[in-house]
């Protein structure tokens, strides 16, 4: 896809997670990596619900600026994720959803893995998703800190911030941070109730089958 054709795309999945309450205000940013390994990347203090291609910054591998706006304070996130994932990042987004950072607050969840495995499909899209302390926003630390795990997690959840996902492209990348969101008002909904999870046999299962990344 041509860089002309990747900045729409970013604007739509943007528009569409905006009008459907996942993200808010000015929050949230995106990435997307284009063949020359520059990235295109949302501008800080946008709105999802009001992004012109035209506003799309591309930062290039030297990191250079390249656009009427400067990108996203949180870039170093999504430099660290290209760095330690090579081909298999895509694409990067980053949301303020309401679930996800209310699951991120609670005390006694699984800093490993913090979502339960309830379904197939938050295991097939995400694997296991880490718990990151919290951050300033902006603090090139959040880069430190994926950097740290070694390209050996496509997601993470920021403590009182949010989500991050990283996968092939940005459909897949916008499908799977909606599954983590979709699985943390799960999680919360079902809080205290004598919930039926999968079992290891299951997990195992469905790891094996679909390739997932479970270590």
Known sequence: ???????????????????????????????VRLNSDDILVTPTGSSFGRLDPNQIVKVTKDGEFIGSSSPTKELPLHQAFYETR???????VHLHSTHSVALSM???????????????????????????PFFVPGDPA?????????GKRSAVL?????????????????????ELE???KLALILKGA?????????????????????D
């Open 142 to 150: 959040m880069g430190d800190a994926i950097k740290g795990l070694a």
């Open 194 to 214: 004598d919930a039926k999870a999968l079992d290891e046999i299951q997990i195992n299962s469905v790891v094996n089958r679909f390739n997932v990344e479970w």
């Open 158 to 178: 920021l403590a009182n911030h949010g989500p991050v996902v990283s996968s092939k492209d940005l459909e897949s990348s916008v499908n799977a941070i909606e």
């Open 86 to 92: 090579g081909m298999k990042s895509g694409a990067v």
């Open 106 to 132: 609670l005390p006694g969840i699984n800093e490993d893995n913090v979502l339960p495995s309830y379904t197939p499909y938050s295991i097939m899209l995400l694997g296991k998703v880490k718990l990151l």
């Open 182 to 184: 979709a699985t943390a």
């Open 1 to 31: 896809m041509n860089e002309s054709k990747l900045r729409e795309q970013i604007c739509i999945f943007a528009s569409s997670m905006y009008n459907r309450g996942l993200t808010h205000g000015s929050t949230g940013n995106i990435s």
